[in-house]
Each structure stands twice: as C-alpha cells, then as structure tokens.
C-alpha cells in the first residue's frame, strides 16, 4: 500500500489517473482504491475517487500503525497533507480554522489556529522523521513565542501552544506545551477543554 500514497490527490482520479502514477497495473489500483473508500478515505463517484485535504495522511498514519516504513512514508507526505489533516480534525470538532497566519513586527507564522469557546489553540505542525528533546525544546520555545506574539496582536484572546508531530509514541509535555502525535490528535481534542489546567495557557490582560 506503501507506492498507493502518491496516488492519493485531491480532485478527481480515475483508476487510469492512479495506475499511471503509482506503476501498478490497473487491477491492484482498483484493489487499493476501493479499499480506501472502505476505510472512509476519500469518496467514489461514478468512475473517479476524490480525495481531500487529510487524506494521504490519514491512509499514512494507517501505514505507520500497522508497521509501515516510516522514512519512506515521510518521504511521500508533505506539510500540506499535514497540515490539511490537523485543521479537518478541528473543523470537525466545531472549532473555527486559521491556517498559516502570519503575524508581523517580527513576521511570525502560525501554522493552524482552532478557535472555540474563547480558546485558541494555536497549532505547530512538525513533518519530522525523528525527533529528540533538543530539537522539541526548542520548537516549544519558539511555539511559545508565536503565542505571545498573537496575544499582542489579538486584544482578549487565550492562547495555548501545542506541536503536533508525524510519529511520536505517546502525549508528552515540555514547559506544559503538549506534544501531541497526529494519530491522538483527534482524542486529544476531545480532552482539550478538560485539560487546560495543565497547559500554558496564555491570555491578555
């Protein structure tokens, strides 16, 4: 299922469209394809399957779960599949969406914002292979940063920072910033509100 991913686009593809782009013969697109549909990956219509923002990584975070190669998944994806997956998440969950806000004075960008009930959770997503503590400490510094910076910009708001990463084995937290795996992201949402005691919250005055 591994060459599938790059057949996953959004618009409009036909088994034609997918055989040509994954070098597979067409039976074993047809195979992969439907499977998908039946996973609740993208859509069939007639004689073409959708596909939309999320969907090649959802199809990849399946990949991983069952022991899938993860270099050569991450290779595949990209910040947009990413990206697109967090914000549908929040969208779903009744959240508004900001995507790549970018704050000026110094130009900072936030890659996705998810605004509900006066809280905004303000969202860095990290396409990383591997990580380490050095390199999480300092994206939550930086995410921090950002924060502060969109409370200035944003009269009355309550901020809080979080790093979504690709592959992580669990919920993780530096200076109360949650480090959340893309695959607990949906749970994690859930849980948002009822755990905010333990998040660096951070708000106007």
């Known amino acids: 299922m591994l060459f599938g ?20 013969s067409n039976m074993e697109s047809q195979k992969i394809l439907d499977e998908y549909v039946k996973n609740g990956i ?8 959708y596909f939309h923002d999320g969907d090649k990584l959802r199809a990849a975070i399946e990949l991983i779960k069952n022991g899938g190669p993860l270099d050569e998944i991450s290779i595949i994806l990209d910040w947009k599949d990413f990206e697109g997956l967090v914000a549908e998440i929040l969208l779903s969950k009744n959240f508004a969406i900001i995507k790549n806000l970018i704050l000026t004075k110094p130009r900072m960008e936030i890659d996705v914002i998810g605004i509900r009930l006066g809280v905004a959770m303000l969202i860095d997503c990290k396409h990383w292979k591997r990580y380490n503590s050095s390199a999480l400490s300092t994206a939550v510094k930086k995410q921090i940063a950002r924060t502060k910076h969109y409370i200035l910009k944003t009269p009355g708001a309550i901020a809080v ?42 708000g106007s005055k």
């Open 5 to 24: 991913l790059k057949g996953i686009i959004p618009g409009g593809v036909s088994v034609d469209d997918f055989t040509a782009i994954t070098n597979s």
């Open 42 to 49: 993208g859509t069939k219509s007639e004689n073409k399957y």
């Open 161 to 202: 920072p979080v790093i979504v990463t690709l592959y992580h084995d669990k919920i993780d937290f530096i200076d109360r910033v949650p480090i959340v795996p893309i695959f607990q992201f949906s749970s994690f949402v859930d849980e948002f509100y009822g755990n905010l005691d333990q998040m660096n919250t951070l």
